[in-house]
């Protein structure tokens, strides 16, 4: 698949389409009653339609991951590599869709504190872990695009059920963010049997380098919390910001990985 431009065009449909949602929500008060959802990750609400602006804004990092991953395969950048996100319009658009829901679902709680915006915000997540567990196995097991669907959809439901939980669970939080973390972590297994068992050739310093600022997104998500010594709510410096942003760039190797392979589909 060379030039495809309807891959950057479908994504910046999306994300003009779902950025405006999100704006038209948070302005009509669609959300619903602010909760204290997400206050705490440091940041102090503050008067006005975005209560968090820093844990807000940073999520646009998203976004721009999504467009310029979209943007690059539509310009066939890694057309000579064969796997299913240079040779399949659906893959390409979908993950690309994907990475930059993360942005508006994750605005929706940081912007408003309600719970509404706070089961968009971890739907956004288990979404994309959904993707990258899915994926992974796919390639391992060598399933049909019809069981890669089935277990995307399984998975969601998941952690979705887990999400029901809400008992604190050490350094995680609670079991919605565990069950993500547990499918990231299925991922990396798979992965890591793609690579050095199923021998996939790609370019697995692209997956270190994802797996790496992830691990130091979290690392400061956890530091970084209200009543840590690093806290303080009424600065536009966040960790919480950070995380996003880092996160938004672990998207981005992460496709870089995936789009590496060179293998036939």
């Keep these: 698949m060379k030039h495809n431009k309807q891959i950057f065009y ?5 994300a003009v389409a779902s950025f405006s949602l999100f704006m038209l929500a948070v302005v009509n008060g669609w959300f619903g009653p602010a909760a204290d959802v997400g206050g705490a990750f440091c940041e102090a609400a503050r008067e006005g339609l975005v209560k968090q602006p820093a ?23 890694f057309s000579a590599n064969k796997n299913r996100f240079t040779q399949s319009s659906f893959t390409a658009i979908f ?32 979404l994309v872990a959904s993707f990258a567990a899915s ?10 695009n019809g069981a890669f669907i ?23 939080g609670y079991a919605g963010n565990l069950a993500f973390g547990i499918f990231l972590a299925v991922c990396t297994i798979f992965e890591m ?8 050739s790609l370019n697995k310093n692209y997956g270190y380098t994802s797996l790496g600022f992830l691990l130091l997104a979290f690392f400061i998500w ?3 919390q209200d009543n840590s010594p690093l ?29 590496s392979e060179h293998s036939e589909v």
């Design 10 to 14: 479908s994504t910046v449909l999306f």
């Design 55 to 77: 844990n807000t804004w940073s999520n646009i990092g998203f976004i721009f991951a999504g467009l310029l991953m979209a943007f690059q395969l539509s310009q066939g950048k």
């Design 95 to 126: 993950f690309s869709c994907l990475v930059v829901f993360l942005g508006p679902g994750s605005m929706a709680m940081h912007a408003t504190e309600t719970q509404l915006g706070g089961n968009l915000d971890m739907l956004s997540m288990y």
């Design 135 to 144: 994926y992974a196995m796919q390639r391992f097991w060598q399933w049909s």
């Design 150 to 172: 089935v277990s995307f959809l399984i998975i969601i439901v998941l952690c979705e059920w887990a999400g029901t939980f809400h008992q604190h669970i050490p350094v995680v």
């Design 193 to 200: 049997l793609n690579t050095y068992i199923r021998k996939i």
């Design 222 to 224: 956890n530091i970084w």
């Design 231 to 259: 806290c303080n709510p009424g600065s536009l410096i966040q960790g919480h910001a950070m995380w996003h942003l880092l996160d938004a760039v672990a998207a981005y190797f992460l496709f870089r990985f995936y789009a």
